[in-house]
């Protein structure tokens, strides 16, 4: 029998009614039955990002992201062709200290208004998140492009976005089996080493 996972769905935007917080239920919705996909709604609570707030403490809202990460499912829009700050707030603040993103297993969606999808917003994260040593699921990728349109009243994405976006869940899925637990171990220190 497979273990159950947990993984975390995190939208981009803090528009309540947002297309990517509508992407994430919709993925949620298409998970297996052993796998939960909750959505994380309190970015809106992480502070922006201060090494003198870090000083002074760990943030509330940062321990409440903290507790929540498992894997990481992220739904992003496409703003100025690029990702928002509020993901790069959410990730600079987890790659601190522990730098709980190592060997994280990460997936990358997105849905916007725009024609082009969220090409360039992707491709952001994924140069981020080489950074933090996060292990981001390479194929297949979903690039979600005509705002609105793409739901029925229902949440479900319409179409063939439908079984997309179920393909795309079913592959994070086992991507996730895949490489979690891991644990990139740091490199011995020499001792006496000479040059």
Do not use: C
């Amino acid at each position: 029998m497979k273990k159950a996972l947990s993984i975390l769905g995190i939208a981009g935007s803090l528009r309540r009614d947002s297309l990517n917080r509508r992407l994430v239920d919709a993925a949620a919705a298409l998970a297996p039955d052993d796998v939960t996909i909750a959505r994380y709604d309190a970015l809106g609570a992480v502070p922006m990002f201060d090494e003198d707030v870090e000083a002074a403490g760990e943030p509330a809202g940062v321990r409440a992201l903290r507790d929540a990460v498992a894997g990481l499912l992220i739904a992003t829009p496409e703003y100025n062709q690029s990702f928002p700050a509020v993901l790069k707030n959410a990730i600079d603040w987890l790659s601190r200290g522990d730098e709980m993103l190592a060997g994280k297993p990460v997936a990358l969606v997105g849905a916007t208004a725009g024609r082009w999808g969220t090409r360039l917003a992707q491709a952001g994260l994924r140069q981020v998140f080489a950074a933090t040593e996060s292990l981001v699921m390479p194929s297949p990728m979903l690039f979600l492009a005509g705002g609105e349109a793409l739901f029925d009243a229902q949440g479900r994405l319409r179409g063939d976005e439908h079984a997309r976006l179920a393909h795309f869940v079913a592959a994070f899925a086992a991507w996730t089996r895949r490489y979690q637990p891991i644990v990139l171990p740091l490199p011995p220190k020499s001792v006496g080493a000479s040059a």
